[in-house]
DNA sequence: ATATTGTATGAAACGCGTTTCAGAGCAAGA
DNA sequence: TCTTGCTCTGAAACGCGTTTCATACAATAT
């Protein structure tokens, strides 16, 4: 295959004038650029974008830090960032981590050897401290909230939004609110834990354990959450459920038992996914093809650490 | 940041050294690869990925095409792909085109500008002719019956599963069959297409284009497949419907319009995705992790095209 | 007529790690 | 003693495009 260097010589230039055709550079005769471009083409001429990756030290490629690919939350938020990416020539490498940290680890890794000019982390695993070692190697954008950390970030208040949700319920008269979570741990699992306990306190509501059902991140979990209900002497009356697929998949194993939504209990789903709007639950919008879109820019603009907080809005359907 | 001229400098010893302290090379001594590791350490070294990119010829990254990046279908293939990657040491690079030539065009150049080692194509919209014009920057895999296209594949034969599950819902005694597809086009809607006609060929049934529904590909759109259906005179008494998602969809939509699964109308999917098992959904398993195993397999062993057909498997259960 | 400014072009340095090749030193086998 | 074969090391070439700097000439301004 032909470089630059045969273009040069078969167009009787010197390899600089053949960079000025490639990359539009003004200065140069038209005869020149002519032959430049009838040289290229006729060798079928591509240039080895790993060397001007090197030359440039720039890779326009942006990494991407999901637990997993497949689940439509981050679906859409790398919608957004793709979207974006493609308005500003930059393509996205995933990185899927299944909460590993040593796979985080990795693609910060990636941003120190250069592989990849910025690096948006969508749930974070690696400690505070981690991160900060790296960011001095490019741009880290993350999706939660960062203050206060070295690094962008375009998030949800978690606690604001928890303690609305949960306000909404209590003022719809529910007092036995059980909520689902993915991870146990987690900026955000962390506010959302704060706000319910906080909640619980000022209306003088006991604690029960049984009440908080973690590890729910798909459809299918759903299930188990139903089947753990179902056992419970007491039960809550309202359940709030931070992923719509989760609420979804309550709310089809509830009709599968009889169980009737809202009057036996209230669901109340997070994020807005199409999937809410079909089974018409109530739900706390999160535009996440927007945060998408916003995460890219932040990554772009390596220059200035931001931080963006998204709000939420209420969407009252038929489930609470 | 220190390169590695530098280390070479600090710890007294030739860049060759250093670069073979960095790969695990033999020949070299206790005392040099010592000095050489201290002084890597002293400087935070950081081998600058692009500059093995170049001087390699290979990056160790592999192009993913996808329409959309937020289904469970390509999130599914996707795992299987980033599992394997892993394996091989490898990060995918993700390209969603939405359906647009371009966006695909702009991956098969990544390949040719050597960007990425090698691209998998999980649902393409180029001609063959066009592909065919970049295989020879790279392995080209494709997820779809490619044999006598000069890239490997791994497939599931659609015709074949599709007549299967026509004949499966014409053996439960449904004369009035309709189906479900995403795109019009595409090899896999053109092999569903004649595996329907010829099944009602077969049987002497009559076509009917209003059995019939493009465009489904996520579980909001089984919204509209149930509205078009319930305002037909004669409607079909069994769905074939291409994606487990969809198919919850028009389940869910049915139970809300009181039409009775699978009294009414039978349903079968697609997959055999999580969601599926939950609902009780029959479908046709494709197991897609891994396939996608498979093909990130293939892309690997860019030596050989091959080709390997996925068999299918019908699981029965509620909807039929 | 002279000083500026703009256009056009190429040599060479630069980004940086890998790999080939040549050579030196030393030990085991002939 | 001589050959063969390891072990160890580094100079230099290589992969390839970008960018800086110097230069040359034409055109406009003074």
């Not at 693609?107 to 910025?118: F, P, R, S, V």
């Not at 459809?219 to 007491?234: A, K, P, T, W």
């Not at 079909?278 to 772009?300: C, D, H, N, S, W």
Request: net charge neutral.
């Amino acid at each position: 295959m032909a470089n630059i260097k045969d273009i040069a010589k078969m167009a009787g230039v010197s390899v600089t004038t053949v960079s000025r055709v490639i990359n539009n550079h003004p200065y140069v005769s038209a005869e020149k650029q002519e032959a430049v471009r009838r040289a290229m083409e006729l060798c079928n001429y591509q240039r080895n974008i790993n060397a001007v990756h090197l030359s440039k030290g720039k890779t326009f490629l942006v990494g991407v830090v999901v637990p997993f690919s497949n689940h439509p939350y981050f679906g859409l938020l790398i919608e957004g960032m793709a979207n974006e990416a493609l308005q500003h020539n930059y393509k996205l490498v995933l990185i899927q981590t299944n909460y590993e940290e040593n796979k985080e680890i990795e693609a910060l890794a990636m941003l120190k050897d250069k592989q990849i000019d910025a690096l948006i982390i969508c749930s974070r695993i690696c400690e505070w401290s981690v991160i900060g070692d790296f960011t001095q190697y490019g741009p880290i954008v993350l999706c939660e909230d960062a203050r206060g950390n070295n690094v962008s970030s375009t998030f949800v208040d978690h606690y604001k939004s928890f303690t609305a949700a949960l306000e909404y319920l209590y003022q719809k008269g529910h007092k036995k609110i059980g909520y689902t979570i993915g991870r146990k741990s987690g900026t955000n699992s962390a506010q959302r834990s704060k706000a319910y306990k906080d909640f619980l306190e000022k209306h003088g509501i006991p604690f029960n354990p049984h009440f908080i059902f973690p590890w729910c991140f798909n459809f299918e979990d759903g299930e188990l959450v139903v089947e753990r209900l179902v056992q419970l002497n007491d039960r809550p009356t309202a359940l709030l459920v931070t992923s719509d697929q989760v609420a979804a998949g309550i709310l089809t194993c509830c009709k599968d038992r009889n169980i009737f939504i809202p009057k036996d209990l209230a669901i109340m789903g997070f994020d807005n996914q199409p999937i809410s709007k079909v089974m018409r639950i109530t739900t706390l919008e999160i535009p996440l093809v927007e945060v998408g879109r916003k995460l890219f820019f932040q990554a772009m603009d390596g220059e200035n650490v931001t931080h963006e907080e998204i709000p939420v809005r209420l969407i009252e359907r038929d489930t609470v």
